[in-house]
Structure formats: C-alpha cells, structure tokens
C-alpha cells in the first residue's frame, strides 16, 4: 500500500468513527423527546431498548472500526520505513554505479582496435561513396541498410561518418546505437563497449538509450567485467523504466545469470 493510499483509508475511518459517534448521541437525546410527544410508557421502553440495540450495535462497529484504524496506523509506519531503507540503499548503489561508470571511462584511452584488426573496414568500403550528394536521412537509411546486408565494416564507416556529419540529429543516437552493434557481431567488445557507453552518455533522451545501456551491461560480461556489468543493468533498470518489454526481459535474464544484487 502507497503512503498516500493509506492515509486516504485512515481519514475514512476517522469519518465513519465520528459519524457513528454522532448517531449514538442523537439516538441517546432521542429517548426524553419520545416521552414529550405523548408516547406511553411501554413505548418508550421499546423504543429505548431498540435504541439500546443499536446503540451496542453502533459501538461494536466503532471498535472494529477503530481497531483497523490502529493496524493501518502501524503498517503506515512500517511501509515509511522500509521506504527510507530503500531509499538509502538505492542513493549508496548510485553512488557505487558512478563510480564504476567513472572507472570504465578511464580506461577508454586504450579500447581503440589494433591497426589491421578485423573490425577495420576494408579500403574499398571507405571509397565506396554514393555519386550524388545525400541528405542526413538518406545517409542514415544507407548506414543501416549495410548493417541489414552484413556488410559490417562498410556499416561502421558509414555510422562513423553520420555522427560526425550530424551529431545534433534525431537519429544521431540510433546511428550510435548501430556502430556499437557493428563491433559487436565481430566480436570487437572493447570498442563495442565505447560506443554503447558513448550512446548512453551522449544519447539519454534517444529511442535507443535503453538499449545502449542493456547492450553496455552485456557487452561488459563477455569482457568479464561483471560488476561493471551489472552497474550498466542496474542504470538501466532505474533511469528507464518504461522501457519496452524486451528489454525488460533481457535485463531480467542477465542480472540473473550475472548474480546482479541491486
């Protein structure tokens, strides 16, 4: 039960007990009126002792009422301290993910493939240009059709050469997105890892941020680096947690797989 919720149940029942209060005090003023009017003694009495009935009956439903009141009160206070528990073990895992986040930008210095490594492209994927000049979209749509041909190291060069044209584009953080995938079908997780992060840090608000963050945390557990791993998961799980269904499926089988505690 949220906070809010349980505080709208305890002022109904702090309704429900003042109004029952109230109906008790009517009926107990009500028994010298009978007499005014004119009724006969043994009418009062039977009016008096179906008051009384219902007098018990009221007090009764008073007690349970006030005794729920007292539960709600006590889990009220349970559910705010569980509340202030997770808040400071998720403010310590923040901090934690930082640091992690801190310690894998470091090492980017020395992520670069080596010269001549597999996921360089060839000479002729670099030279291999459209005659006619193309707009950003077009460019885009090239790039990813490559990628959809396998055509992976023409693919990177072509991502490349998008997000240093257009760094600013609504499709920008795709095309991030795309490079990253470009070493990683190769195998290239060192420099996989840089793009995803870049698309991360770079990209929060594109479509594929999620994404960048879910393929980080996978590409850091191929390198080994589980905890590194788990931290880009447990971003993910915290700052996008709308994100589509199977994303939130793939997260849950690999923080499972890695033993993730957050």
């Known amino acids: 039960m949220t906070d809010g919720a349980a505080l ?16 008790i005090a009517c009926l107990l003023a ?3 009126a009978v007499a ?22 009221l007090l009764v439903k008073v007690g349970e009422l006030e005794r729920l ?53 060839s000479s002729g994927a670099r030279t291999s240009t ?40 609504d499709l920008a953080g795709n095309a991030q997105y795309w490079l990253g995938e ?13 793009s995803f992060l870049d698309g991360y840090k770079k990209y929060p608000k594109s479509t594929k941020a999620p994404d960048n963050l879910l393929k980080l945390g996978l590409t850091m557990g191929k390198l080994g680096q589980n905890k590194e791993a788990c931290a880009a998961l447990g971003k993910l799980k915290s700052e996008y947690p709308a994100a589509p269904d199977a994303i939130k499926r793939r ?3 690999e923080k499972e797989r890695l033993k993730c505690s957050f």
């Open 69 to 121: 009141n007292q539960e709600l009160t006590g889990r009220l206070e349970e559910v705010q301290h569980e509340n202030q528990q997770l808040s400071e073990r998720f403010d310590a895992y923040v901090k934690d993910a930082e640091f992690r986040f801190q310690e894998l930008e470091k090492g980017r210095g020395g992520a670069s493939p080596a010269s001549g490594s597999s996921s360089e492209p």
């Open 182 to 194: 470009t070493f990683y079908v190769r195998g290239n997780y060192k420099q996989a890892a840089v």
């Open 36 to 57: 005014r009017d004119g009724f006969s003694p043994s009418g009062i009495r039977v009016a008096q002792a179906d008051s009384a009935g219902l007098v018990s009956e």
């Open 30 to 32: 009500s028994s010298p």
């Open 130 to 169: 459209p005659s006619e000049p193309m707009d950003p979209g077009q460019k885009y749509t090239r790039a990813f059709n490559l990628l959809r041909t396998n055509d992976y190291p023409a693919a990177q060069v072509a991502f490349q050469d998008f997000i240093k044209e257009n760094p600013g584009h």
């Open 8 to 23: 709208f149940s305890l002022s109904v029942l702090l309704r429900f007990s003042c109004a029952g209060c109230a109906v």
């Open 251 to 253: 997260l849950g089988s």
